[in-house]
């Protein structure tokens, strides 16, 4: 199945973070991808995150606007708009850990 890719913009890259926006419309996807650094999503809309994982599962979550959470290096992952509605998150992947 051939979706349409999410639009991702770099808002910061430097030493120590990259913080990009995903705007996604109904059924589009990241892609497939695997997630170098630790992070941080921030909801900016409620978020229906459809989430095709290995192995063949796929589950949902109901990312409330307003929210965020932090997962560690590793997650992989495609993410999909589940929704009908456009929705919007900024993740924070952070490059250094602890004091510089």
Known sequence: MTRP??????????DRV???RFDFLPGAETGWH????????AAVTECTMMLEEPGGTTRS??????????????V???????????MTFVEVELKTVGTP
């Open 5 to 14: 890719l999410c639009t991702a913009t770099v808002l910061v890259d430097d």
């Open 18 to 20: 990259r913080v990009t």
């Open 34 to 41: 695997r997630h170098g650094h630790d992070y941080v999503i």
């Open 61 to 74: 979550v109901l990312v409330p606007s307003g929210t965020a959470y932090r997962r560690d290096e590793g």
């Open 76 to 86: 992989e992952h495609n993410v999909i708009n589940g929704g009908h509605s456009p």
